[in-house]
């Protein structure tokens, strides 16, 4: 089974751009969960969507938002981007079943540098 | 608040030697997972476990869970190069089924 995906891998803006990252999960699981990971943060929760839907949402600014389609890709836009959002974006996909131990299986993210 | 504790932050030993981190909470946990991050990659997923008291092995790996299910631990035995990288545990209260992660344990294995 293809793990998930993450495209693009690198990415370099500017401040004040926008950028859109796209995910793909694991076939069959439905929920799509997006973090934010820097050495002075560590991991941080973004948001998650299940069924095209924002099912949970993290502690960050209406400029991080993000849609999930039918066929569960999921794609996260930040808009004006700021220096503080250079990080490594990451994307996880779960089953999200009752009785299901909420395991995350990881992409390898995007690496998005602000200058 | 960080609501879950790892230590130590960083570790750097010898191949060879063995070694344990810590993964401490004040909440009860429905579940644990333990994850590996390699530079510039995504976590992978080692062991998950969610009975208090359960201990799991993985070759030189071994888990443990506390009987509260409020803390856990990861001994490794005779450490290998290829044991470097940054270990995550994470854990989900109640029917909550987004986890939070702890800050990591950097672990650096010479040769």
């Known amino acids: 089974k293809a793990g998930v995906t993450q495209t693009p891998r690198y990415l370099i803006k500017t401040r004040g751009q926008q950028v859109t990252l796209s995910c793909s999960p694991i076939?069959?699981?439905?929920?799509v969960s997006w973090y934010q990971q820097t050495p002075g943060q560590g991991l941080q929760f973004l948001f998650e969507?299940?069924?095209?839907?924002?099912?949970n949402k993290g502690n960050f600014p209406g400029r991080f938002s993000g849609r999930q389609f039918s066929n569960s890709r999921s794609e996260m836009n930040v808009s004006t981007l700021e220096l503080g959002d250079s990080a490594l974006y990451l994307c996880a996909s779960s089953l999200r079943i009752s009785g299901s131990s909420n395991e995350q299986f990881f992409g390898p993210g995007t690496r998005l540098t602000v200058l | 608040t960080q609501l879950l504790e790892q230590s130590p932050q960083f570790l750097s030993i010898q191949e060879g030697e063995n070694l344990t981190v810590y993964c401490n909470s004040s909440s009860v946990f429905s579940s644990l997972q333990w994850y590996r991050q390699e530079p510039g990659e995504g976590p992978v997923l080692l062991v998950t476990v969610v009975t208090g008291g359960e201990v799991k092995k993985l070759k030189r790996l071994t888990f443990q869970f506390g009987d509260a299910r409020k803390d856990s631990s990861l001994h490794i035995t005779a450490a290998q190069p290829g044991d470097t990288g940054l270990y995550l545990c994470?854990?989900?209260?109640?029917?909550?089924?987004?986890?939070?992660f702890g800050r990591g344990t950097s672990l650096i294995v010479h040769p």
């Open positions: 969507y299940f069924s095209e839907t924002q099912r």
């Open positions: 994470a854990g989900a209260e109640g029917g909550s089924y987004i986890p939070t």
């Open positions: 076939s069959g699981h439905r929920s």
